[in-house]
C-alpha cells in the first residue's frame, strides 16, 4: 500500500512563488503595525496611536476578507482566514472594556480566544499533519522543557517585567488562567495559524510567520522584551509542532513553560530580597 503524503511534505510543490511574498505581506504587516501601535501607545499614552493599531487591524481584517472571498487559490483562502482569526481577536483585545479585574478580563480574553480557536476548527477544513508522532523521550522532554524554558524566560526578562504585576498570593493564583492561556495561544499560533499556512509558505515560512505575529501579539502585554523572547519561544513550539504533529503535546509544553515561568519569577523575587 502508497504511503500516505503529508501535507507538510507536498507544500513546497504547492506554494506559487510570484504570489507568496505579496500574500504573506498582506497577512502580517496589518497585525504587526497594530500592534506596534498598541506598544507605542504604551510608551506615549497617545490616543493617536489607538486609532493607528484600529485602523491598520480593519484593513489587516478587510484584506483577508477579501483574500477569502475572491481568492483563487485555497492555500491562500485558509492561510487568509487564520489570519483573519488572530487580527479579530487582536482587536477585541483593543475593544474590551476593562472590569478593573485583571482575573475576569483575563478569563474573558481566554474564554473568547478558545471559542474562536474552537469555532475555527469546526468551520475550517484544515491541511493534514498526519498521525502524531509521539517517542517515549517525548514525555521526558515534556516535563524537563518547560522547566528549563521559564528559567531561561524570566532571567532574559529580568524582574523589571513584573513590576506593574506584584508578586505575591494573587499571582500565584493567576498561575491556572495563564497556563490555559499559553495552551490556548499555542491552539492559534500553532494549531491555527502556522497548519493553515503551509500549504502557501512551506514549513519553514509558516513556523516563521506564526512566530513572528505570536511575538507581535504579545506587544498587547506592553513588554518588547517579552515579544523578543515569545519570537523564539515561537520558532521552538513550532518546530516541536512539526514534529510531534500533536498540538497536545505542544500545547501542554507550554501552559507547563507559562506555569513555572510564574514560579521562577516568584522565587526570584523572594532570592532578591
Known amino acids: ?40 501607545y504604551y510608551l ?6 489607538v486609532g493607528m493599531a484600529l485602523a491598520s487591524l480593519m ?51 481566554l474564554g473568547t480566544t478558545a471559542a474562536g480557536v474552537l469555532l475555527f476548527f469546526r468551520m475550517v477544513d484544515l491541511p493534514d499533519m498526519g498521525s502524531a508522532r509521539m517517542r517515549p523521550m517525548s514525555v521526558l522532554l515534556v516535563l524537563a522543557l518547560p522547566a528549563g524554558l521559564a528559567l531561561v524566560q524570566a532571567m532574559f526578562l529580568g524582574l523589571r517585567f513584573w513590576e506593574s504585576y506584584p508578586l505575591g498570593r494573587p499571582t500565584l493564583l493567576f498561575i491556572p488562567i495563564l497556563a490555559a492561556w499559553g495552551f490556548v495561544e499555542e491552539a492559534l499560533f500553532r494549531g491555527v495559524l502556522l497548519r493553515s499556512s503551509i500549504p502557501l509558505l512551506g514549513t519553514t515560512g509558516a513556523m516563521v510567520l506564526a512566530a513572528f505575529l505570536g511575538a507581535m501579539f504579545m506587544l498587547f502585554w506592553g513588554s518588547l522584551p517579552y515579544a ?21 503535546y505542544v500545547g501542554t509544553v507550554r501552559a507547563l513553560t507559562d506555569m513555572w515561568m510564574i514560579i521562577a519569577f516568584f522565587a526570584l523575587g523572594i532570592a532578591a530580597y
Do not use: K, N
Not at 510543490?13 to 506598544?39: F, H, K, N
Not at 489587516?60 to 472571498?69: F, K, P, S, V
Open 1 to 40: 500500500m502508497d504511503r500516505p503524503v503529508l501535507i507538510y511534505q507536498r507544500a513546497a510543490g504547492e506554494v506559487r512563488p510570484a504570489s507568496r511574498l505579496p500574500v504573506a505581506a498582506m497577512l502580517s504587516l496589518p497585525l504587526a503595525l497594530g500592534c506596534a501601535s498598541v506598544y507605542a
Open 44 to 49: 506615549s499614552g497617545s490616543p493617536a496611536a
Open 59 to 109: 484593513v489587516g481584517l478587510l484584506a483577508c476578507t477579501a483574500l477569502i472571498l475572491y481568492g483563487r487559490h485555497e492555500d491562500v483562502s485558509v492561510a487568509a482566514s487564520a489570519a483573519a482569526l488572530v487580527l479579530a481577536i487582536s482587536l477585541f483585545t483593543i475593544l474590551l472594556p476593562s472590569s478593573g479585574l485583571v482575573y475576569v478580563d483575563g478569563a474573558v480574553l
Open 228 to 248: 523578543i523572547f515569545s519570537f523564539f519561544l515561537g520558532l521552538l513550539m513550532g518546530a516541536l509542532y512539526l514534529r510531534s504533529r500533536s498540538l497536545m
